[in-house]
């Protein structure tokens, strides 16, 4: 019996039973021959289980670990991320799912999407790879690739120009935004920043993959979609996952601190988008369409 408690959207603070987005742990600090026991501020780290409520039936979507925080960001941008919906009207309701049976430390590990009664439901089959995946997941396989062609996924078509210099104050500008990072030092991010290199929204996570869902979905749910004109920052390597995640939300131009994969590259090229990696500084690569940086 899954009992719903409905929340602001993105909404998330420690209490109640909730788990927080950071905990203080007791350690040990090693300093040379020095050694005293003192306290640090780690990053919150939690599975949270995905539910699809549609045609009648509930079904499993994934299970994923997060920082607790946005978790009803993180399940919109999922769901665009994944074609089962267009927009963001298509969904009825988002909640978390509060049973009495369960222990209280996870009553709020679960979220429920709820579809409209209008909204074709999807086929269970395409999310079997889902079921359970870690913080640090991707995905591989040209079959990938090509499966997103099948999900209705077009090559961008967006014309916005991004002088190098605005390119290079990205990473800073994304570090000075994280909050949680500066009290951790644990966390992965996923940023949007506009032509002119204004930040839009930040999202944080101990997944690459959840910071972006988090920032889709922050998008989806303000009716912001598609992400014309604009740039996504992450943290970390650009995996297919992430290209996948930003091609269909219509981003015009990742960059990423670190490596790509090669299939992110592939996609990145098959679907017009402007890949850049190893950002640091005044350097970096283009691996794709660098036509959109002057």
């Not at 600090?29 to 509930?58: Q, S």
């Not at 769901?79 to 988002?94: K, T």
């Not at 002119?196 to 889709?216: F, M, P, T, Y």
């Not at 390597?237 to 992110?264: F, H, W």
Request: hydrophobic share 40%.
């Amino acid at each position: 019996m899954c009992h719903p408690e409905r929340s602001a959207v993105g909404a998330q603070s420690k209490g109640e039973g909730r788990p927080g987005r950071t905990n203080d742990v007791a350690v040990v600090a090693l300093d040379g021959d020095k050694r005293r026991r003192t306290h640090d501020e780690v990053v919150g780290e939690e599975p949270l289980e995905l539910r699809l409520i549609a045609g009648g039936a509930t079904r499993t979507l994934a299970v994923t670990m997060r920082t607790p925080g946005n978790d009803f960001e993180l399940a919109a941008g999922f769901v665009y991320s994944e074609a089962i919906v267009r927009a963001g009207d298509e969904i009825a309701e988002l909640t978390y799912c509060i049973d009495p049976s369960v222990d209280p430390d996870q009553r709020y590990n679960i979220v429920n999407v709820e579809l409209r009664s209008t909204v074709q439901p999807p086929d269970p089959a395409r999310f079997e790879r889902h079921f359970t995946i870690s913080s640090s997941c991707g995905v591989c396989g040209r079959a990938q690739l090509e499966s997103l062609h099948a999900l209705g996924a077009v090559p961008i078509a967006d014309d916005v120009q991004l002088p190098a210099r605005t390119l290079y104050a990205l990473p800073e500008r994304m570090r000075n935004a994280q909050r949680v990072f500066s009290a951790t030092g644990g966390l992965h991010a996923a940023a949007l920043f506009d032509e002119r290199g204004s930040a839009i929204a930040v999202r944080e996570d101990v997944g690459r993959h959840n910071a972006v869902d988090k920032l889709i979905g922050w998008a989806l749910l303000n009716a912001r979609l598609p992400l014309r004109r604009s740039v996504l920052m992450v943290s970390g390597r650009a995996s297919y996952e992430i290209l996948q995640k930003t091609v269909m939300a219509g981003t015009p131009i990742v960059a990423s601190v670190s490596a790509p994969s090669s299939l992110a590259v592939d996609l990145a090229r098959e679907f017009n988008v402007t890949l850049v990696g190893f950002l640091r500084g005044d350097r970096a690569n283009v691996y794709a369409v660098p036509e959109r940086i002057q």
